[in-house]
C-alpha cells in the first residue's frame, strides 16, 4: 500500500480516523509478513525440505535423517535372478534324464520307473546299460563296482526316515520332534529323494572312506564317458544342500555327463543352463 492510497482511504467521506495514524497498519503488515514466512520455513522443515541454516552446512547424515515417507528400497532381493520370464516355468526340463528332485522340488506326480535289476537293487531301464558297461569297463582295470541301493519308492522312503527317527531316539534319547529334525538333515523326506527317479545309485560301501579309493579316482576319470556324475560334491553345497557323497551317482547320458563335467556344473547349475539355453 502506498502513502497516497491511504490518505486517499481516509479522506473517504463517513470513514472515521485512526488514532494512531498510519504507521501502526504498516507495522502490523510487516509483523504479519514474517510471521507468514516463518510459519513457511516451519512447514516446509516438517515436510522434509532441506532448509540449509547458514553457518550450518547441511551433512548427509541430516539429510537422511529428515522424516521421509518412504525409504529407498523396501525389500532387498536377495537372489541374483534373471528377470522372470512371462509365463511361468515348468518344473522340469522335457529331457527325462535331466529330471531334477531335491529338498525343493518332489519327484513328478507322473514319473514312471521301468525296473531293472543290478544285483539285489532296482535301478530304470534307462541307465542299465550304460551302468551295465561302466561296471564291465572297471572290472577290466580291477576296479570293482556294485549299487548298495537304486531306486527306493516313496514308502521305502518313508520307512527309512521312520528307522533313522526311532534310531535316534533310541540311542540318543531325544524327543520324537528332536529325532525327526535331526534325520531330515541327512534324510530327504519321502517324495524328495533322488532315489525316486530310479536314475541314481548308490555305490560300494556307502561311506566316506570310498573318497580315498581307487575305485572312486577311476570314476572321477570315466564316469562321464558312461553318462554318470557324482551328485553332491562339497564345491556345489550351496546349490545341493547335501554334503559331499563320494558314493551316490546319478545318470543323466554321456553327453549331458560330460557337458557337466566341463563346464562344472552340479544339476541344478546345469538345469538352470539348459533351461537359458532353450530360451
Ligand atoms: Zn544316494
Known amino acids: 500500500m502506498h502513502v497516497e492510497d491511504r490518505q486517499n482511504l481516509s479522506k473517504q467521506k463517513g470513514r472515521p480516523r485512526r488514532p494512531r495514524g498510519p504507521l501502526l497498519p504498516v507495522g502490523l503488515g510487516v509483523l504479519l509478513a514474517g510471521a507468514v514466512l516463518l510459519a513457511a520455513i516451519l ?4 515436510a522434509g525440505q532441506s532448509v540449509p541454516v547458514q553457518g550450518e552446512p547441511v ?9 521421509s515417507p518412504a525409504p529407498p528400497q523396501a525389500t532387498p532381493l536377495p537372489t541374483p535372478e534373471p528377470t522372470p520370464s512371462p509365463t511361468p516355468r515348468p518344473a522340469q526340463l522335457p529331457d527325462p534324464l535331466l529330471v531334477l528332485v531335491n529338498s525343493e522340488t518332489p519327484i513328478p506326480a507322473d514319473w514312471k520307473v521301468t525296473p531293472r535289476m543290478i544285483g539285489e537293487e532296482q535301478v530304470d531301464v534307462r541307465m542299465y546299460d550304460d551302468f551295465m558297461a561302466m561296471a564291465d569297463a572297471a572290472a577290466q582295470d580291477d576296479i570293482w563296482l556294485w549299487v548298495a541301493s537304486g531306486y527306493r519308492s516313496v ?6 526316515l521312520e528307522r533313522g527317527i526311532v534310531r535316534r531316539m533310541n540311542e540318543y534319547g531325544m524327543s520324537r520332534e528332536e529325532a525327526t529334525q535331526d534325520a531330515l538333515r541327512t534324510i530327504n523326506p519321502p517324495g524328495y529323494s533322488e532315489h525316486h527317479t530310479g536314475l541314481c545309485v548308490d555305490l560300494n560301501d556307502v561311506s566316506d572312506d570310498f573318497e580315498s579309493t581307487d575305485t572312486y579316482a577311476w570314476l572321477c576319470e570315466h564316469a562321464a564317458e558312461y553318462g554318470f556324475v557324482q551328485r553332491y560334491r562339497q564345491s556345489k553345497y550351496e546349490y545341493t544342500g547335501i554334503d559331499n557323497e563320494s558314493w551316490h551317482y546319478r545318470y543323466v547320458g554321456p553327453a549331458h555327463a560330460q557337458r557337466m563335467e ?4 552340479c544339476l541344478e547349475e546345469y538345469v538352470e543352463y539348459q533351461w537359458e539355453q532353450g530360451e
Not at 512447514?43 to 516438517?46: A, K, N, P
Not at 514308502?155 to 527309512?160: K, L, P, R, S, V
Not at 566341463?262 to 556344473?265: I, T, V
Request: without cysteine; negative net charge.
Open 59 to 67: 551433512s548427509s547424515t541430516q539429510a537422511v535423517s529428515t522424516p
Open 155 to 160: 514308502e521305502d522312503q518313508e520307512e527309512i
Open 262 to 265: 566341463e563346464l562344472d556344473l
Open 43 to 46: 512447514l516446509g522443515r516438517s
